[in-house]
C-alpha cells in the first residue's frame, strides 16, 4: 500500500542508520566479531549489510538463528559494538544541513529507529545532532533494549514516536516518516503515516518502492524539498 505524502508536513520521523549515519562499517565488523566469538559461521559482508536497519532479532532469524542461539549472537555483537563499533560511523553529508533547513522552516524533526534506544542516544548525542531534533536527545525513540522479535520491532518504535509527535501538536495527516529500508516503510504504514525513502542507505535497488514509499529521495537536499513543500 502507498500513500500520499500530506499537502503540507509538521512533524517528521526521521530513521538513524542508512538515513542519518553511515554506520554499516562498525556494525558489520562486530556482527563479524559476535557471530565467531559465540561459535556461529559468519555469514558474507554482503549478508551481514543487510542486518542494518531491521530489527537484530528478525536479522538473525533470517541466517537460522533463533531463540537462546540468537541471544548468544545478539549479546556477542553487542560487547564488541559497545567497545569498537558504535562511533565507527559517520553523518551523511549534507544531513545537517537539510535537517537545519528543516528546523528553520518550523518543521518538528523525531528519531525513531530500531537500533537500541541506548545506543541511538549516544551515537546522536556524540555527532551533535540533537540540536536539529525537539526536545534534543528527549526527541530519541529507540528499541527496548531487552526486547527480540516481534516486540522489538519497528513499529512499536513508530508508535512511540507518533505518540510524542501527537503530544507536540501534531496532525496525524501531517506527518512523514523518512528511511532507507522498506521496514521503515512498513511500520509507518501500518500507522498510517507516509514515507519518503533515501536511496543514499541500505536498500536494495527497488525495495524502497516495492515497499510503498510515498516518494524517493536521492540527496539530502532533495529530501529538504520533498519536506519543505
Same mark, same amino acid.
Given at each position: 500500500?502507498t +500513500?500520499?505524502?500530506?499537502?503540507?508536513?509538521?512533524?517528521?520521523?526521521?530513521?538513524?542508520?542508512?538515513?542519518?549515519?553511515?554506520?554499516?562499517?562498525?556494525?558489520?565488523?562486530?556482527l563479524?566479531?559476535?557471530? %565467531?566469538n559465540?561459535? !556461529?559461521?559468519v &555469514?558474507s559482508d554482503?549478508v551481514l549489510r543487510? !542486518?542494518? @536497519?531491521? &530489527?537484530? $532479532? /528478525?536479522?538473525m532469524?533470517?541466517?537460522?538463528?533463533?531463540?537462546?542461539?540468537?541471544a548468544?549472537?545478539i %549479546?556477542?555483537?553487542?560487547?564488541? !559494538?559497545?567497545?569498537?563499533?558504535?562511533? *565507527?560511523?559517520?553523518?551523511?553529508?549534507?544531513?545537517?544541513?537539510?535537517?537545519a533547513?528543516?528546523?528553520?522552516a518550523?518543521?518538528?524533526?523525531? =528519531?525513531?529507529?530500531?537500533? &537500541?534506544?541506548?545506543? /541511538? +542516544?549516544?551515537?546522536?548525542?556524540? !555527532?551533535?545532532?540533537e $540540536?536539529?531534533?525537539?526536545? $534534543?536527545?528527549?526527541?530519541?525513540?529507540?528499541?527496548? &533494549?531487552?526486547?527480540?522479535?516481534?516486540? /522489538?520491532?519497528?513499529?512499536? =518504535?513508530?508508535?512511540?514516536?507518533?505518540?510524542?509527535?501527537?503530544?507536540?501538536?501534531a496532525?496525524a $495527516?501531517?506527518l =512523514?516518516?523518512? @528511511?532507507?529500508?522498506?521496514? *521503515?516503510?512498513?511500520?509507518a504504514?501500518?500507522?498510517?503515516?507516509?514515507?519518503?525513502?533515501?536511496?543514499?542507505?541500505?536498500?536494495?535497488? @527497488?525495495?524502497?518502492?516495492? /515497499?510503498?514509499?510515498?516518494?524517493?529521495?536521492?540527496?539530502?537536499?532533495e +529530501?529538504?524539498?520533498?519536506?519543505?513543500?
Amino acid at each position: 500500500m502507498t +500513500l500520499s505524502l500530506p499537502h503540507r508536513t509538521t512533524h517528521v520521523l526521521l530513521d538513524l542508520d542508512g538515513t542519518l549515519t553511515d554506520s554499516a562499517p562498525g556494525i558489520v565488523a562486530s556482527l563479524r566479531t559476535g557471530f %565467531a566469538n559465540a561459535g !556461529f559461521a559468519v &555469514p558474507s559482508d554482503d549478508v551481514l549489510r543487510s !542486518f542494518v @536497519g531491521p &530489527p537484530l $532479532g /528478525a536479522s538473525m532469524g533470517r541466517v537460522g538463528l533463533t531463540g537462546a542461539d540468537a541471544a548468544a549472537a545478539i %549479546a556477542a555483537y553487542r560487547e564488541d !559494538f559497545e567497545a569498537n563499533g558504535m562511533f *565507527d560511523n559517520s553523518v551523511i553529508p549534507g544531513v545537517p544541513e537539510a535537517l537545519a533547513e528543516l528546523r528553520a522552516a518550523g518543521l518538528t524533526l523525531l =528519531v525513531a529507529t530500531a537500533k &537500541p534506544e541506548n545506543y /541511538a +542516544l549516544q551515537i546522536v548525542e556524540h !555527532f551533535g545532532l540533537e $540540536g536539529y531534533l525537539d526536545g $534534543g536527545l528527549a526527541g530519541v525513540h529507540g528499541a527496548d &533494549p531487552e526486547a527480540v522479535g516481534e516486540v /522489538a520491532g519497528k513499529e512499536v =518504535v513508530v508508535e512511540r514516536a507518533l505518540a510524542h509527535a501527537v503530544a507536540l501538536g501534531a496532525d496525524a $495527516g501531517q506527518l =512523514v516518516m523518512v @528511511g532507507d529500508r522498506e521496514h *521503515d516503510v512498513h511500520a509507518a504504514a501500518h500507522h498510517g503515516v507516509p514515507t519518503i525513502g533515501v536511496t543514499w542507505g541500505y536498500a536494495e535497488p @527497488g525495495e524502497l518502492e516495492a /515497499a510503498g514509499a510515498a516518494a524517493i529521495a536521492t540527496t539530502p537536499a532533495e +529530501l529538504r524539498k520533498l519536506l519543505a513543500n
